[in-house]
């Protein structure tokens, strides 16, 4: 990883160094725009209204009209802003963890010490663990002023990027504001679903579907061109789809039989190939099975007696078998 942002994390006189580095990345397959008739890429140009020419990315500004007026800032200008200038990452507050909204979290950023000696560092995530406090911090990084949450994850520092208040929407539904009548048995068989679907978090169980297809299209297409067969390569498209939930009582009764019969499903199945597998070592036992093991165990005066068996046992089968098969026909 490379360091996005060098400072230091500063409550009241103590002064952390730390290197910034971002703690995400995208996976998405990166794609390009093309022309449909040809195949000729599209690229996209900077050109100047005024003169009509290719403008490079170095040359130019930003700027902000009023409608009557238009000023122009430069890189100069935005590099003498105070909060620019600052390398600090002032923690303001530390608060419950509990407080921090779920919905303004943002861009999250790993946090390394960056001097000889760690030791402020490790003492600051010890007090925020010790404490289960989110330590709120401000700062400046590409030319917006942050609002962040501080909190520990393992043994590193997470700085994590909050929205501000007004950038996150109220919510207003009129469809909300109507009463509505829940029963005792619904919340009951409710309950039931949530807990036939309950288990413990594993982000690691889940994969990204679309990407994983999208891959497929591609290495499909590149295989076979433009006759790649969309059924060979993805299976037949299935129509069962969940229609309008007419009762809602009776779709969460089936629901819950259907997660409760999925589940006794697949425990039934690991324990059936576990008995299958203790009833076919039963019924075939190893000297009939693989004779070479048998032989080592047993003496080697002994030997013809054991193939003798073994021939008897595999005629009496085939006898057994015989009959069966004449009355059949």
């Not at 909060?83 to 999250?108: C, G, H, M, N």
Request: aromatic letters at 6%; charged letters at 30%; glycine letters at 6%.
């Amino acid at each position: 990883m490379r360091a996005i942002w060098k400072g230091a994390l500063t409550f009241g006189l103590v002064n952390v160094p730390v290197k910034v580095y971002s703690a995400t990345e995208d996976h998405d397959v990166s794609l390009h725009q093309v022309h449909a008739a040809d195949g000729g890429r599209i690229r996209y140009q900077r050109i100047c209204e005024i003169d009509g020419e290719v403008v490079p990315y170095a040359d130019i500004d930003k700027a902000y009209d009023d409608g009557e007026r238009t000023v122009v800032l430069t890189s100069d200008d935005f590099a003498a802003l105070p909060s620019e200038r600052s390398r600090e990452i002032e923690v303001v507050e530390f608060v419950p963890t509990e407080q921090i909204d779920l919905l303004t979290l943002d861009k999250a950023y790993y946090l390394e010490p960056d001097s000889s000696s760690p030791k402020a560092y490790v003492l600051l995530r010890q007090t925020l663990e010790q404490t289960d406090r989110t330590a709120i911090v401000r700062f400046a990084l590409r030319q917006k002023t942050r609002l962040a949450a501080l909190r520990v994850r393992g043994d590193v520092l997470v700085l994590q990027t909050l929205l501000w208040a007004d950038e996150v929407r109220e919510a207003s539904f009129p469809s909300l504001d109507e009463p509505v009548k829940i029963s005792a048995k619904e919340l009951e068989l409710s309950a039931s679903l949530v807990d036939s679907f309950s288990s413990d978090f594993d982000p690691t169980e889940f994969t990204d579907e679309y990407q994983k297809e999208l891959r497929t299209l591609i290495e499909a297409k590149l295989e076979k061109g433009d006759a790649f067969d969309t059924a060979e390569t993805f299976g037949e498209k299935s129509d069962a789809g969940g229609g309008e939930v007419i009762d809602l009582m009776e779709a969460l009764r089936a629901s819950v039989e259907k997660s409760r019969a999925a589940r006794e499903g697949s425990s039934s199945g690991a324990s059936s190939k576990s008995s299958s597998a203790t009833s076919s070592a039963a019924k075939n036992p190893g000297p009939a099975k693989n004779p070479g093991p048998a032989k080592k165990s047993a003496p080697a005066k002994k030997e013809p007696a054991s193939k003798k068996d073994a021939a008897k046992s595999g005629a009496a089968k085939e006898t057994a078998t015989k009959p069966a098969k004449k009355k059949a026909s």
